[in-house]
Nanobody, 126 residues
Framework: QLQLVESGGGLVQPGGSLRLSCAASGFTLDDYAIGWFRQAPGKEREGVSCISRRVGSTTYADSVKGRFTISRDNAKNTVYLQMNSLKPEDTAVYYC???????????????????WGKGTLVTVSS
């Protein structure tokens, strides 16, 4: 059974860090591109980061470059998003998603992603 489960969200002060996890079952993460997306209250869902299949090339939205790092642990079939120097504007529900084939992930486009997790809430507030 296909499943993507996000975890690691929570409340953090500005300037703090969190690490989100995206655990997969039913397929091998390394075979596909995996992206992190987020949706803030009242806003559209936006792409945050993507890691490509096999080679593991990474893409970041300009708003998170230098602060967020995406990585993959093939042994655990899990993708991570390390988030440092968090800002209040990073507050959102964060989702991971898989793209079976295409270029939507690398372009951080929601519409081409094929399967989504249920999300984890990140709140950055003092």
């Amino acid at each position: 059974q296909l499943q993507l489960v996000e975890s690691g969200g929570g409340l953090v002060q500005p300037g703090g860090s969190l690490r989100l996890s995206c655990a997969a079952s039913g397929f091998t993460l390394d075979d596909y591109a995996i992206g992190w997306f987020r949706q803030a209250p009242g806003k559209e869902r936006e792409g945050v980061s993507c890691i490509s299949r096999r080679v593991g090339s990474t893409t970041y939205a300009d708003s998170v470059k230098g602060r967020f790092t995406i990585s993959r642990d093939n042994a655990k079939n899990t993708v991570y998003l390390q988030m440092n120097s968090l800002k209040p504007e990073d507050t959102a529900v964060y989702y991971c998603a898989v793209e079976w084939y295409g270029s939507s992930c690398v372009m951080l486009r929601n519409s081409g992603m094929d399967y989504w997790g249920k999300g984890t809430l990140v709140t950055v507030s003092s």
